[in-house]
């Protein structure tokens, strides 16, 4: 496929028809995924490929106080889990949440699942000092999780990633024998979508890129 046409249209896909990902898919997906950057061209990701079935209901229930948690801030309208502005919803408002969210129920189902890790010794956080949630870390391991789901575009599937686990991250690094240094980047679900989105939702740039200064104006080509 055409480069741009696959940065366009790699839609959050949740929905899979019961199309079979074989394993030399899957391989060849990671084959290309692999070249993704990382600081230092350390490489720290590690991926679990998630064929027990049972393992992966483990992994959802795991996810569910947390899907519960999200979706009573979201119904307050907050940034769920913010780590700029404080939580106001209650604990009864977070009880009364059913733990099912778009693709958690569907993970257990999904052709393929896979389960990203990142070794924090090979991880570069320039920002680890600053009086505020470290974002630098990331950049080295989700553009080999964004490349996993580009991979899977061009191979005619899709997929969607989350980031739900990382919040019980100590019991699914129990679960599944992950070592000391690793955190849990994301879940990906992979397979063929049951339809194929073309027109993504996305900010025109003049609306995110100015020229020179952050309130500079708009940045139109
Ligand atoms: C960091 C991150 C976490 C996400 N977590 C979830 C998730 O838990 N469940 C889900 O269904 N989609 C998840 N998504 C997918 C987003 O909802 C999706 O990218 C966004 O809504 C745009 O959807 P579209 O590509 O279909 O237009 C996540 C995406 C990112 C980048």
């Given at each position: 496929m055409?480069?741009?046409?696959?940065?366009?249209?790699?839609?959050?896909?949740?929905?899979?028809?019961?199309?079979?990902l074989d394993d030399a898919t899957l391989y060849r997906i990671l084959e290309h995924a692999r070249f993704a950057p990382s600081g230092g061209n350390r490489q720290g990701w590690h991926v679990i490929v998630l064929k027990d079935r049972h393992l992966r209901h483990q992994l959802a229930d795991l996810m569910a106080p947390t899907i519960k948690q999200y979706k009573a801030q979201a119904m307050k309208g907050e940034t769920p889990f913010s780590s700029v502005h404080a939580t106001h919803v209650t604990q009864e408002e977070i009880d009364a949440m059913s733990p099912e969210m778009p693709f958690s129920s569907q993970l257990a189902d999904a052709p393929a699942a896979l389960l990203v890790t990142v070794d924090l010794a090979k991880v570069t956080a320039f920002d680890q000092s600053l009086d505020r949630v470290a974002v630098v870390p990331g950049a080295s391991i989700y553009p080999f999780a964004w490349n996993i789901i580009l991979?899977?575009?061009?191979?005619?599937?899709?997929?969607?990633?989350?980031?739900?686990?990382?919040?019980?991250?100590?019991?699914?690094?129990?679960?599944?024998?992950?070592?000391?240094?690793?955190?849990?980047?994301?879940?990906?679900?992979l397979g063929e979508p049951v339809k194929q989105l073309t027109k993504l939702k996305r900010r025109p740039v003049d609306e995110f890129a100015t020229v020179d200064h952050w309130q500079g104006h708009p940045f139109n080509g």
């Open positions: 055409d480069t741009f046409e696959v940065m366009r249209t790699a839609f959050a896909a949740r929905d899979y028809t019961p199309r079979e991979a899977a575009r061009n191979e005619g599937f899709g997929g969607v990633l989350t980031t739900f686990l990382a919040n019980h991250e100590p019991e699914a690094k129990a679960l599944l024998g992950i070592p000391e240094t690793h955190a849990i980047a994301c879940l990906i679900g």
